[in-house]
């Protein structure tokens, strides 16, 4: 009994069609890994005070991935460091893997001034790779150009 060619092509194509329709999902879907690094925002409140070397305390809060993790920081600056001041800070850190490595020693080179209110603004790198941007109000008398170090740690 000789086969039906017109079935044959039939499922063929049905076969490819299938296929191809599997294939184009693949490619089209978002693939991301747990490994993957992905960025967070950051809010803090950081209270700074000093004469030739500074220091710093406060606290914030990273949002990661839908979830809300509170935090400390505390800091020491070396440099030309004169006044006290009380900042706000907000912005992103990026290139987390886990949340853990949000956590550590960070450091930042830079100044700032500020005569009862001014701007503040900050960029923070860790030992595992995690950046920090941030920026927002302070108010206070403050004059500032040194190293800064923060230690950040998870509550």
């Given at each position: 009994?000789?086969r039906?060619?017109?079935?044959?092509r039939?499922?063929?194509?049905?076969?490819?069609?299938?296929?191809?329709a599997?294939?184009?999902?693949?490619?089209?879907?978002?693939?991301t890994?747990a490994?993957?690094?992905?960025?967070?925002?950051?809010?803090?409140?950081?209270?700074?005070?000093?004469?030739?070397?500074?220091?710093?305390?406060?606290?914030?809060?990273?949002?990661?991935?839908?979830?809300?993790?509170?935090?400390?920081?505390?800091?020491?600056?070396?440099?030309?460091?004169?006044g006290?001041?009380?900042?706000?800070l907000?912005?992103?850190?990026?290139?987390?893997?886990?949340?853990?490595?949000?956590?550590?020693?960070?450091?930042?080179?830079?100044?700032?001034?500020a005569?009862?209110?001014?701007l503040?603004?900050?960029?923070?790198?860790?030992e595992k790779?995690?950046?920090?941007?941030?920026?927002?109000?302070k108010?206070?008398?403050?004059?500032?150009?040194?190293?800064?170090?923060?230690?950040?740690?998870?509550?």
């Open positions: 009994m000789p039906n060619p017109e079935r044959r039939i499922a063929l194509r049905w076969f490819i069609n299938r296929l191809a599997v294939a184009l999902l693949a490619l089209t879907a978002p693939v890994p490994s993957a690094q992905a960025s967070g925002d950051v809010r803090l409140k950081i209270v700074k005070a000093g004469l030739l070397v500074g220091g710093g305390v406060g606290s914030g809060v990273l949002i990661y991935r839908g979830r809300t993790y509170p935090f400390r920081l505390s800091g020491v600056s070396l440099g030309i460091t004169a006290a001041t009380v900042g706000r907000e912005g992103r850190a990026s290139g987390i893997r886990e949340v853990s490595d949000f956590a550590g020693s960070y450091s930042s080179v830079g100044g700032g001034a005569l009862v209110g001014g503040n603004g900050v960029h923070l790198r860790n790779g995690v950046t920090m941007v941030l920026q927002g109000p108010a206070g008398l403050e004059f500032a150009a040194n190293i800064s170090g923060i230690r950040i740690s998870l509550k």
